[in-house]
């Protein structure tokens, strides 16, 4: 996969905060990278967490092992063949869940109880999820 940033393109018209991903199926995606965080990089899963409305449904985390809410993790395109992106893999960082997934689960928890909980409630639930149900 080939990732272009437009940042400092003298020339360019395009947002400084756009990647243009091209991975190796031809395909072509635009990505808009929230301020302060971008695909393949570094942080705290529940940060992640945090931040699951930014992120494309077919974005997958990463993290390190054994998961906590403080295990450092990214967010990284999966590549086709299945195996770990290099940026994740570089990182000792292992497959965590899809966005997708993540969403879903905690929709499907929220449903099911009576008071919202807090993020420090659903990282544990998340991981609950990984550990057990993945």
């Keep these: 996969m080939q990732i272009h940033r ?3 393109a003298s020339n ?3 947002d400084p905060n756009i990647i243009i991903m091209v991975p190796s199926s031809r395909r072509f ?3 808009i990278v929230a301020e302060g965080f971008s695909l393949g990089q570094v942080g705290r899963l529940i940060d992640i967490v945090a931040r699951l409305s930014e992120f494309d449904e077919y974005d997958t985390i990463y993290a390190s092992e054994p998961w906590t809410e403080d295990s450092d993790a990214m967010v990284a395109t999966g590549l086709d063949t299945g195996r770990s992106p290099p940026e994740a893999v570089e990182a000792g960082l292992e497959y965590f869940l899809e966005i997708h997934i993540c969403r879903e689960v905690i929709e499907g928890w929220l449903a099911s109880i009576k ?3 807090s993020l420090a409630g659903v990282c544990p639930r998340l991981i609950e999820y990984a550990i057990n149900d993945a």
């Design 6 to 8: 437009t940042a400092g």
């Design 12 to 14: 360019s018209s395009l």
């Design 29 to 31: 995606c635009i990505r």
């Design 115 to 117: 008071e919202k909980p």
